[in-house]
């Protein structure tokens, strides 16, 4: 499950914008980021991307980095398929999660667990631009030139156990998202790199499927 909890969330928090997130300063007009985020996740039917994930662990000198692919199909549907170093694959399909890794398959269903339909909902939100939402986190926004990036510490006390802080990174271009970056407690973060994505292309239910 520690694998399913890489996937769903994002940042550190931060007190001064420019000391944490170099070259960004504090978003002016949030209304107006929230309506065109709003507005451009309306349109987004499908999304198809690589990714890069790199897991900075303070026991290990060098990252650990995997790849795979990602699709995401409204409503509610994702496919997170590594391949390189290792083959792990998560589906979420509404409620239901369904994980293989290697030879071992499990099947959960999110409303038995509080937490886990929590980090069900953050991962759909933080992809299909609701993240803002949310009554889970509170929020800042800052900006450069090329993207947002949208700050989500925790409020919901369970989640403040695993999480300091979630951050995505939204590319200005479309309001995709582009990057994932998840610090836990103990100062430990994920960092997801979405890349060459598609928006709106032809995604079979299939993928979808929950064994």
Same mark, same amino acid.
């Given at each position: 499950?520690?694998?399913? $909890?890489?996937?769903?969330?994002?940042?550190?928090?931060?007190?001064?914008?420019?000391? %944490?997130?170099?070259?960004?300063?504090?978003?002016?007009? @949030?209304?107006?980021? =929230?309506?065109?985020?709003?507005?451009?996740?309306?349109?987004?039917?499908? *999304?198809?991307?690589?990714?890069?994930?790199?897991?900075?662990?303070?026991?290990?000198?060098?990252? *650990?980095?995997?790849?795979?692919? $990602?699709? $995401?199909?409204?409503?509610?549907?994702?496919?997170?398929?590594?391949?390189? &170093?290792?083959?792990?694959?998560?589906?979420?399909?509404?409620?239901?999660?369904?994980?293989?890794?290697?030879?071992?398959?499990?099947?959960?269903?999110?409303?038995?667990?509080?937490?886990?339909? %929590?980090? /069900?909902? *953050?991962?759909?939100?933080?992809?299909?631009?609701?993240?803002?939402?949310?009554?889970?986190?509170? #929020?800042?926004? #800052?900006?450069?030139? =090329?993207? $947002?990036?949208?700050?989500?510490? &925790?409020?919901?006390? /369970?989640?403040?156990?695993?999480?300091?802080? +979630?951050?995505?990174?939204?590319?200005?271009?479309?309001?995709?998202?582009?990057? *994932?970056?998840?610090?836990?407690?103990?100062?430990?973060?994920?960092?997801?790199?979405? @890349?060459?994505?598609?928006? /709106?292309?032809? +995604? &079979?239910?299939?993928?979808?499927?929950?064994?």
């Amino acid at each position: 499950m520690n694998k399913v $909890f890489l996937f769903c969330f994002l940042l550190m928090s931060c007190d001064v914008a420019k000391a %944490q997130y170099a070259g960004y300063s504090a978003v002016n007009d @949030i209304t107006k980021f =929230k309506e065109q985020f709003s507005s451009a996740s309306l349109k987004t039917q499908t *999304i198809k991307s690589d990714f890069v994930q790199e897991k900075n662990l303070s026991m290990l000198s060098e990252k *650990i980095t995997s790849k795979g692919k $990602f699709w $995401f199909k409204k409503d509610n549907l994702v496919r997170m398929e590594y391949s390189t &170093p290792f083959q792990y694959l998560m589906i979420i399909n509404k409620t239901n999660v369904y994980v293989k890794d290697g030879n071992k398959e499990n099947k959960i269903a999110t409303s038995s667990n509080k937490l886990f339909q %929590q980090i /069900n909902k *953050i991962t759909v939100d933080c992809v299909q631009g609701t993240a803002l939402s949310n009554t889970d986190f509170k #929020f800042k926004i #800052f900006e450069n030139e =090329k993207s $947002f990036l949208v700050e989500l510490p &925790p409020v919901a006390k /369970n989640l403040k156990e695993y999480f300091k802080n +979630i951050n995505v990174v939204v590319d200005k271009k479309d309001y995709s998202v582009a990057k *994932i970056d998840m610090i836990e407690l103990s100062g430990d973060n994920t960092v997801i790199n979405f @890349i060459n994505k598609e928006l /709106n292309v032809n +995604i &079979p239910d299939a993928l979808f499927t929950v064994h």
